[in-house]
């Protein structure tokens, strides 16, 4: 099992930036691709970033250039920081963490963080 709790989520005016991070125990932090994805009101979880064990990441085009995934594998801690925020970024925040091989369907899931950004 591996357990995730985020934090760093908060309000903040269109323009700001925030830094989530996402604290990982329980299994072999290094072996997993960690992740974000965020969702909406009313609207379907969506893909953030992703970054994997040797730090190569993926970003959601909506994020690109703004948002900045990385890892730190000493304190078992992936974070997100967000700059140029947008009222569309609002959302709820979830870390993930994928296991080496695996697809989301085994993934791990943190509760979440609230992101709310103001115009």
């Known amino acids: 099992q591996v357990q995730l709790v985020e934090s760093g989520g908060g309000p903040v005016q269109a323009g700001g930036s925030l830094r989530l991070s996402c604290a990982a125990s329980g299994r072999t932090f290094s072996s997993f691709v960690m992740g974000w994805f965020r969702q909406a009101p009313g609207k379907e979880r969506e893909f953030v970033t992703t970054i994997n064990w040797s730090g190569d990441t993926v970003y959601a085009d909506s994020v690109k250039g703004r948002f900045t995934i990385s890892r730190d594998n000493a304190k078992n801690t992936v974070y997100l920081q967000m700059n140029s925020l947008k009222p569309e970024d609002t959302a709820v925040y979830y870390c993930?963490?994928?296991?080496?091989?695996?697809?989301?369907?085994?993934?791990?899931w943190g509760q979440g963080t609230q992101v709310t950004v103001s115009s």
């Open positions: 993930v963490a994928i296991p080496r091989g695996e697809t989301l369907r085994n993934a791990y």
